[in-house]
């Protein structure tokens, strides 16, 4: 397997990310403009979710939308740095300095998706990946509300009776996980096509999917400029795990990167059972030690948006910033 590697990392002394797009990114996370957010209502199909608190971040409809941005700082260390005040972060649209209209750094519970590769080249992979579910749910707010997505020849929902888990139920999550059949081909865009869909049925203000797959496709119905598309018209960040053999002919951890680096999230290729529980434990962290920044858009003009997040003055903790490349306005609004 590969080296652990996690894509996006960009920094430099002014502690500014630029965002560029990904190779494949104008082809996860042309497309509809950001909606707007109002705030998620709490799913009637699960019943085990509770309330939101007070704690979790609103959206709320106002005049115009909000561009809603997942952002993680580390240090030069990898060490995550979740104290910033929102005075210190500067937001660039297009190179125009943006008014924050929307800031939290709190631990608030999220809404994931665990897309999982059930294909026959995960054969012998099914342990590790029942271990590291289960890791990552441990290292999760126990609040979090999951659901999880098992793909091969098609793709279905891998718990029963139920759209969503919360993090702190690890035994049903240990029975979906590890009952799944590893069988047949990989529909891994079909599976991010749902999983997109799936996360806005959430009750949670954070959205994430963790995919873990060797990152091939033989059997979807979507491409992935479909998923490219889907996912940059959302607020989702989305975190890839790659696991295969070195023989495997079906990987492509370039797929992989491509729908982390779009949507702000990171990709990992582990080359033990060790380094895969690091990654699923640090993409847990990462959820609950990012901040979400929400602003106006600057023009309704239907074009890409690139989007420069920064802490100013610089930290002299050289600061690395990360958030998604940008996003696609909506267009003019035509009155009848």
Known sequence: MGRVGRAGRVGGASAVVRAPLA???????????????????????SPAQP??????????????ELVVLPVVVTDKQGRFISDLPKDQFAVYDNGRHMAIDFFTNEDTPATIGLIVDASGSMRTKLGEVVAATLAFA?????QDELF??????????????????????????RTAIAGMRIEGRTALY???????????DGSRGRKALVVI??????????????VLARAR????????????????????????????????????????PGELMQAV??????????????????????????????????????LNVRTRPGYFASGPVTRP
Do not use: C, W
């Open 148 to 173: 999880a997505l098992r793909f091969n020849d098609d793709v279905q929902d891998a718990i029963g009776g139920k759209r969503f888990l919360l993090a702190e139920d690890s035994d049903a999550l």
């Open 233 to 272: 018209a959302s607020n989702a960040a989305i975190y890839t795990i790659g696991i295969y053999d070195a023989m495997d002919m079906d990987k492509n951890p370039g797929a992989l990167k491509v729908l982390a680096q779009t949507t702000g999230g990171e990709r990992f290729l582990p080359r033990s």
């Open 23 to 45: 190779a494949a990114a104008l082809v996860l996370f042309s497309f509809p403009a950001f909606p707007a957010f109002p705030a998620f209502p709490a799913s009637p199909a």
């Open 138 to 142: 441990k290292s999760s707010n126990p």
């Open 213 to 226: 797959s060797d990152g091939g496709d033989n059997a979807s119905h979507a491409k992935l400029d479909d």
């Open 281 to 318: 434990e640090r993409i847990a962290r990462e959820i609950r030690s990012g901040y979400t920044i929400g602003y106006a858009p600057p023009d309704h003009d239907g074009t890409f948006h690139r989007v420069r997040v920064g802490v100013e003055p610089p930290d002299t903790r050289r």
């Open 190 to 200: 079909d599976a991010l096509v749902d999983g997109l869909a799936r996360l806005h």
């Open 51 to 64: 309330p939101a608190s007070a704690q979790d971040p609103i959206f709320r409809s106002q005049a115009s």
